[in-house]
């Protein structure tokens, strides 16, 4: 981030995400950065509605080119700016405690910048706004491959807790109303307690790959993890993730920790794997990180880390 970027904030008070041009009208670009700060379908440690102003106030004075990973023959791997030709497209508008109102926004929202050729990338927020975002980029392309990093499978039924949708449903809605193309659709990082069988025995039946962190380091099943990834980008596809998918020693701040979470370079092998994909991916979020929890600082600046590497 340059310097005339930060005097830019210290003037006019706005912290743009990293540093990116502020425009609120949708319009022509590679992508757009959307905050969606609604936390209504939270059963548990709410506080997410906060979490884009977390996430922008971390991503003042963050470089914007990552560091390259590893050598490449010898030689630093340099690239172009992860941002470039991105724009901050603010907040999304959501009302607080209408989660059905929050749904259509974030898909009248998300809808109205990719018919631009816009790729979307949102902050969060609860992961249910995760569904409005779905209906919206598969009205357009059909039925999405999803990458979901999470602790939770999300695929309830919200029978327990009177209501068809809450932020652990959307991927069971999703798959219902054909949203997603579930031979390319890959969860990984499972491993919250359940109270039953339900929601596993659900994706399975769909067709679902699901990955615990046990299994993804395991050595012996790389090939089927990379054959898993690989399918998700063979046609269009979204990149979406909890940031409870990370062990709570590095993300705290977030609804539901579940601890023996994912590492940083877990993580970012996961999302690294969408350089592949024979079409950048049309939509991606960070989810969940609520800023009112113990540990949020610390929390939004590993997010902020992941997001650079999701643009890059």
Not at 164 to 182: F, K, M, N, S
Not at 259 to 264: A, Q
Request: aromatic letters at 4%; hydrophobic letters at 45%.
């Amino acid at each position: 981030m340059s310097a005339d970027v930060l005097m830019q904030g210290l003037r006019t008070g706005l912290t743009p995400f990293l540093g990116l041009p502020l425009v609120l009208d949708p319009r022509p670009a590679t992508g757009v950065v959307l905050g969606v700060p609604c936390d209504a379908g939270v059963i548990n440690r709410p506080g997410a509605r906060l979490g884009p102003w977390a996430l922008r106030a971390a991503s003042m004075g963050l470089g914007t080119h990552p560091m390259p990973g590893r050598l490449r023959e010898g030689r630093l791997a340099l690239g172009p700016t992860a941002a470039h030709g991105w724009l901050d497209g603010g907040n999304i508008p959501t009302l607080p405690f209408s989660l059905k109102e929050a749904l259509e926004t974030v898909q009248a929202t998300v809808g109205a910048w990719a018919m631009t050729g816009c790729r979307s990338l949102l902050l969060g927020g609860d992961h249910a706004l995760t569904l409005g975002a779905l209906r919206a980029l598969a009205r357009q392309h059909g039925p999405l491959g999803l990458l979901h990093l999470d602790a939770h499978p999300d695929a309830a039924d919200g029978a327990a807790w009177g209501t068809e949708i809450h932020h652990g449903t959307w991927v069971r809605q999703a798959l219902e109303e054909g949203l997603l193309d579930p031979a390319r659709v890959v969860q990984a990082g499972l491993r919250a307690p359940r109270f039953d069988d339900g929601e596993l025995a659900f994706l399975q039946a769909a067709g679902v790959r699901m990955w615990t962190p046990e299994d993804l380091r395991d050595p012996r099943l790389d090939s089927r993890l990379a054959a898993d990834l690989a399918a998700v980008g063979r046609g269009p596809a979204y990149l979406s993730m909890d940031l409870d998918a990370l062990d709570p020693v590095l993300v705290p701040a977030v609804a539901e920790p579940v601890p023996g979470g994912l590492s940083l370079p877990e993580a970012l092998r996961l999302i690294h794997a969408a350089r592949s994909w024979p079409e950048p991916w049309l939509g991606a979020d960070l989810m969940e990180l609520a800023p009112t929890l113990e540990g949020a600082e610390a929390s939004a600046r590993v997010a902020v880390h992941l997001a650079l590497h999701l643009l890059a």
